[in-house]
């Protein structure tokens, strides 16, 4: 199985971006879902993860911005962003986990930048 992410590109401050990923075959029971991010020079950080039941997280520096959300049939999840500030370029990257396995995508930038 294997993640394919997108929707990152260039955009100004202020700005939407929608992020989705996609997963090729199916994940057998998927619990947490969520989109982690590495900026140049720093750590890969959780942005916002969505557990089986619903429940959401967030990273306290996008909380009222963006937005996650999945479609569990489809094995694909969504991170609406809006409000985009330059701090948030970084390369999104997708996470599936269900079961004992956890999948990761390949990765998405986004930068913003006027």
């Known amino acids: 199985v294997q993640l394919q992410a997108s929707g990152g590109g260039l955009v100004q401050p202020g700005g939407s971006l929608r992020l989705s990923c996609a997963a090729s075959g199916r994940i057998f029971r998927p619990d947490v879902m969520g989109w982690y991010r590495q900026a140049p020079g720093k750590q890969r950080e959780l942005v916002a993860s969505i557990l089986g039941g619903g429940l959401t997280n967030y990273a306290d520096s996008v909380k009222g911005r963006f937005t996650i959300s999945r479609d569990i049939a489809k094995n694909s999840v969504y991170l609406q962003m809006n409000s985009l500030k330059p701090e948030d370029t970084a390369v999104y990257y997708c996470?599936?986990?269900?079961?004992?396995?956890?999948?990761w995508g390949q990765g998405t930038l986004v930068t913003v930048s006027s």
């Open positions: 996470s599936i986990r269900g079961g004992v396995m956890t999948y």
